[in-house]
């Protein structure tokens, strides 16, 4: 039984140059803000930064596991609020977890903090899942 108040376990995804050159190539989205250091500096970003859309896909790849499968995810929300950025001689941490905040039946809805580098990079991330 899930219960108001539980937390679910942490989970530390690595981010490095490799994965953002992949995710481009998988996704369409060549932004060089996302492989090119020189110009990601340029428009005012501290680094090449990991899009967006991949730091939503690791989060709900989070809550699909924990739920028992994609099917189970019914609502997953969140605003950024800070890019995610990525070295280019190393890896950065996408640092997920979550609390349950409501349990009612088999609908479960969760408060999800995503930090890197100890910083938080969404806000107000949020999902209702159902759980068998």
């Not at 899009?51 to 028992?68: E, F, N, P, Q, R």
């Not at 809805?109 to 899942?129: D, E, P, Q, W, Y």
Request: proline share 4%; charged share 20%.
């Amino acid at each position: 039984m899930i219960e108001v108040g539980a937390e679910l376990e942490e989970h530390v995804f690595w981010i490095d140059r490799d994965l953002l050159k992949k995710y481009a190539d998988a996704s369409g989205d060549q932004n060089p803000i996302h492989q090119d250091e020189e110009f990601a500096i340029s428009v005012g970003l501290p680094n090449v930064i990991a899009h967006g859309m991949l730091t939503m896909a690791l989060v709900g790849k989070y809550i699909s596991d924990w739920a028992g499968g994609p099917a189970n995810v019914k609502e997953f929300s969140a605003r950024f609020v800070k890019p995610v950025i990525v070295p280019a001689n190393g890896k950065v941490d996408l640092t997920v977890s979550a609390l349950v905040t409501e349990a009612v039946d088999k609908n479960v809805r969760l408060n999800i903090t995503a930090t890197s580098a100890g910083v938080k990079v969404l806000a107000i991330a949020k999902a209702l899942v159902v759980v068998k």
